[in-house]
């Protein structure tokens, strides 16, 4: 079962890095992301023997954490635009940069917030043995995604892992 699981995973997670360098309109990605979030939350579901209640409740938190990766992904692309921009004017203002920076840092506090968030919603779903199995399902998943995107293997995202998850 878990090789049917990978062999489904690996077509699918290419469909995601396609429709991204495409740059599929809102609808279709939001597809796409809810297939593989499915997908992950039925795989999770089997893996952990979820009851019913711990799959509504699990989905629930993976889906209001994904809205919010979703939110600051949107705000970190438009930041990766600013900072190039700055970088490349040869006239830009120290403060410029100083305001650039310190952007970046609420966007990484806020990633860590909502990971947090998540991690302690969970904990009221799962007993500690679920959520290290589901951290652990979480990473390969993300491994994936990344390698699938051409940025290599482990830490090669973004904290906080896959705004799809």
């Not at 878990?2 to 995601?16: C, E, G, Q």
């Not at 893996?47 to 992904?73: H, M, W």
């Not at 970088?87 to 806020?110: P, Q, T, Y």
């Given at each position: 079962?878990?090789?049917?699981?990978?062999?489904?995973?690996?077509?699918?997670?290419?469909?995601?890095?396609?429709?991204?360098?495409?740059?599929?309109?809102?609808?279709?990605?939001?597809?796409?992301?809810?297939?593989?979030?499915?997908?992950?939350?039925?795989?999770?579901?089997?893996?952990?023997?979820?009851?019913?209640?711990?799959?509504?409740?699990?989905?629930?938190?993976?889906?209001?954490?994904?809205?919010?990766?979703?939110?600051?992904?949107?705000?970190s692309q438009a930041l990766r635009i600013d900072?190039?921009?700055?970088?490349?004017?040869?006239?830009?203002?120290?403060?410029?940069?100083?305001?650039?920076?310190?952007?970046?840092?609420?966007?990484?506090?806020?990633?860590?917030?909502?990971?947090?968030?998540?991690?302690?919603?969970?904990?009221?779903?799962?007993?500690?043995?679920?959520?290290?199995?589901?951290?652990?399902?979480r990473m390969q998943l993300n491994e994936r995604?990344?390698?699938?995107?051409?940025?290599?293997?482990?830490?090669?995202?973004?904290?906080?892992?896959?705004?799809?998850?």
């Open positions: 079962m878990r090789t049917i699981w990978l062999v489904v995973l690996a077509l699918m997670v290419p469909a995601v890095g396609v429709a991204q360098v495409r740059g599929p309109g809102p609808d279709r990605r939001a597809e796409l992301e809810q297939r593989v979030r499915q997908q992950f939350l039925a795989h999770v579901a089997q893996r952990l023997d979820l009851t019913r209640s711990q799959r509504v409740q699990v989905r629930a938190v993976l889906t209001e954490a994904a809205e919010s990766r979703r939110d600051l992904a949107l705000e900072l190039l921009q700055a970088v490349r004017d040869e006239d830009a203002e120290m403060a410029r940069f100083e305001s650039i920076l310190e952007r970046l840092g609420a966007l990484r506090a806020r990633e860590r917030e909502i990971e947090q968030a998540e991690e302690a919603a969970l904990a009221e779903v799962l007993d500690p043995r679920q959520r290290a199995i589901f951290l652990m399902l995604i990344q390698q699938m995107r051409g940025r290599g293997g482990p830490g090669g995202g973004p904290p906080g892992g896959s705004p799809f998850i």
